[in-house]
């Protein structure tokens, strides 16, 4: 007897050791794919522009001296701040791309811990919902991006873990609020998930038949409003409007707005799987009701009715839709489960293989329309090359042409060299004018006017018949208003830094957005600018730089 339980007991202890390897083997296989995709995007490096000019004294500030709410990722920013006050030489992509590979890592271990914890033990089911995590195009690329999603995404999951685990006791809820406000202060939208986990607190108090004390619901307000009514005390206080500058840019009311938010969801639905996203129905079947997954079901639901009212995003990789990731596979993770278990039943325990085989081709299926968006790209670069007409170029590219993977990747180097160059050659008090804010910012000192209004707040307050038609805050702008600022060099064509100069001609086919087609419409901007083209290199993608500079 006592032989048969140590044997037992030793089978137990192998089974566990080869789960923990699989999960070592998931979260490899995220930083692989986390450093093949290596994604990244422009609107990271105008919250680097914020940071650069903190640390530097001259306040949380795109402009010195213009107090303009033009990121919204507060927590974020401060967290960038302070590892660069640690180590002034660093490099802020480079650091913030760090950043969100550990805190997505932390993200895959949660939802794994959070799944042993529901199960009450390790087990490799467990490890589904950290598997599709992995896989995921968009919670990959986000991760490198230099974004703060990552970050946010953990602290919604965090919080609502620490909340669904509170739950049980009665006690710790303060850690919940504690962590859905950090999430607050990362992004506005973490208001959201703090009101939903309260309602879903409030209802639960009401309907326990063990009744929650009420100095703990009372700890669990407090703790959120300690952490953000300070906070947003001081920036209305700091920038003057109760919202960031770039909702008033982004967000309208009406119907194309609306229609546009619509099918953002659904092209995430049908680009990542939509029987993925089927699987957590029979959970909504599922007796008794378990907290957690009303919890969840509330969060998705309410988030994804938020998403369609803002309109989506602008921005590849379905950035919105990452927050609630975490929570959707968890839901995704216990569907097949139950699925499985009801497929189990009818079964022999000697004939499981019958429905485990299938099972494991299912997720492999999954798993693959899970990761399409990015491994298609990286493995069959041939199937999937497109091309940019404004550029002129395709991506992935050959390797003959140039190596970029993603046009968001080259789009920030060519940002770059037009920054660099204007660091160099411009006066030092020039202002300039450019549609995209965010290198072309970052890497030179002088006063931008962002076309697109993110950092200006004439141009976010301003109003527009069309908004909702076009990309997700990219609708608005003003060419007179830009030209009334007489600013030293005007960048057009989404700053033109191409192979081959630009005519005249040439850059009129070149316009991008609003700002850029009103300039182009005043006949004074022809009689006050002149056309410049100026070499840069010899060879490779940017070659020439083209712009519009005023004339003296």
């Known amino acids: 007897m006592i032989s048969h339980l140590s044997y037992k007991g030793a089978v137990c202890r192998q089974s566990v050791r080869w789960i923990y390897a699989l999960g070592g083997i998931v979260l490899a296989g995220y930083v692989w794919h986390c450093l093949a995709v290596n994604y990244v995007v422009d609107d990271s490096f105008i919250t680097f522009r914020y940071v650069k ?47 969100g590979i550990i805190f997505g890592t932390a993200t895959i271990l949660l939802v794994v811990q959070f799944s042993w ?41 965090a919080g609502s873990f620490a909340y669904v685990c509170a739950l049980s006791t009665g006690k710790l809820l303060p850690v919940g609020a504690a962590l859905f406000g950090l999430a607050a202060l990362t992004r506005p939208e973490g208001l959201l998930f703090f009101a939903v986990a309260s309602a879903h607190l409030l209802v639960s108090a009401v309907r326990s038949e063990r009744p929650y004390h009420s100095r703990h619901i009372l700890g669990w307000f407090l703790a959120f409003i300690a952490l953000y009514v300070p906070y947003y005390v001081w920036r209305f206080t700091y920038y003057g409007y109760p919202l960031p500058n770039t909702f008033y840019t982004k967000v309208s009311t009406g119907l194309w ?35 957690w997954r009303a919890l969840f079901f509330l969060q998705v ?18 950035r919105f839709i990452v927050p609630i990731i975490p929570l959707l596979y968890i839901l995704v993770q216990e ?42 790209s990286l493995l069959f670069p041939n199937a999937n090359r497109w091309r940019e007409p404004q550029s002129e170029l395709t991506f992935p590219g050959t390797g003959h042409d140039h190596t970029y993977l993603w046009f968001d990747n080259y789009f920030v180097d060519r940002l770059t060299v037009a920054a660099r160059w204007l660091e160099d050659n411009a006066p030092p008090n020039a202002v300039v004018a450019a549609t995209p804010a965010g290198a ?27 908004h909702g038609k076009g990309r997700a805050g990219h609708d608005k702008g003003d060419g007179k208003y830009v030209l009334s600022r007489s600013p030293d060099y005007i960048l057009l064509g989404n700053v033109a830094v191409l192979p081959r100069p630009l005519s005249e001609a040439e850059m009129a086919q070149k316009l991008v957005l609003k700002s850029e087609h009103e300039i182009w419409a005043e006949p004074d901007f022809h009689d006050r600018y002149e056309h410049v083209s100026v070499k840069l290199s010899d060879q490779g993608v940017f070659q020439y730089f083209t712009f519009y500079k005023k004339k003296r």
């Open 257 to 291: 707005q609306y229609l546009r938010g619509v099918r953002y969801v659904l092209e995430h639905l049908w680009l990542y799987g939509p029987c993925v996203f089927l699987l957590p129905l029979p959970l909504l079947f599922k007796k008794p009701w378990e907290s």
């Open 335 to 376: 569907g097949f489960i139950e699925i499985y278990g009801w497929g189990k039943r009818y079964l022999a325990p000697q004939d499981e293989w019958k429905i485990a085989l299938p099972a494991l081709l299912l997720l492999g299926v999954l798993l693959g329309f899970t990761g399409r968006h990015s491994l298609m």
């Open 440 to 466: 072309i910012a970052y890497y030179m000192h002088l006063p931008v006017i962002d076309m697109l209004g993110l950092n200006d707040v004439h141009i976010a307050h301003t109003t527009s018949l069309t």
């Open 53 to 99: 000019n903190f640390v530097h004294g001259g306040g949380l500030t795109y402009n010195i001296g213009e107090r303009v709410e033009g990121y919204t990722n507060f927590l974020w920013a401060m967290l960038l701040s302070v590892c660069i006050w640690a180590y002034p030489e660093a490099n802020l992509l480079h650091i913030s791309q760090v950043l």
């Open 301 to 318: 639901g309410v988030y994804a009715v938020y998403v369609v009212y803002v309109g989506g995003d602008g921005l590849p990789f379905f």
């Open 117 to 157: 914890r529901l199960h009450r033990r390790v087990g490799v089911f467990g490890l589904i919902g950290g598997a599709f995590l992995a896989m995921h195009s968009a919670f990959v690329a986000w991760s490198t991006s230099g974004l703060e999603t990552i970050f946010f995404t953990f602290l919604v999951f």
